[in-house]
């Protein structure tokens, strides 16, 4: 049986090293930019900012998206176990094994895929509120739970 806790904190450390590495490409290219007024003067210069400050919106967006996956990992207590699918569930399908929390890309655990996805995704809504047993249908493919953690 695989580990809700180790699924959780791998997920928690992806999100984390993800804001930590655009935090880093914001913080250089603020740096770059200042390094770059003191070099150039006209409209190539305006340009280059104006790339620049449209590049750090774009990661300053990104980062926004992975805090709110944090902030969703974060309320969630990784100890406590389910009996019937809530936010926080580890569930052993038929078909694939999902952590109810927020999307997030596949990670294998002790040989096993697991996939994050959010309880307002069309697998979650159908999940939400149900325990073992329970059997349901998403795009075309029969599922039936099999464990709830």
């Known amino acids: 049986m695989i580990s809700k806790q180790q699924i959780h904190n791998q997920y928690a450390t992806m999100v984390q090293d993800k804001i930590d590495i655009f935090k880093d490409m914001i913080a250089a290219l603020t740096e770059d930019s200042k390094n770059d007024a003191k070099g150039s003067a ?42 019937k699918v809530a936010l926080g569930s580890l569930v052993v399908t038929n078909n694939l094994t999902v952590y109810v929390a927020t999307a997030l890309p596949k990670i294998t655990v002790d040989n096993k895929s697991v996939f994050g996805i959010s309880p307002q995704s069309p697998l979650g809504i159908q999940l939400l509120g149900n325990s073992s047993g329970f059997s349901f249908q998403v795009n075309g493919t029969n599922y039936t739970i099999l464990e709830v953690q």
Not at 70 to 82: A, C, G, M, V
């Open 42 to 83: 006209g409209d190539k210069h305006e340009t280059a900012l104006s790339m620049m400050h449209l590049e750090q919106e774009k990661l300053n967006h990104k980062i926004q998206e992975y805090l709110d996956q944090k902030s969703i990992l974060d309320k969630i207590d990784p100890t406590q176990f389910h009996t």
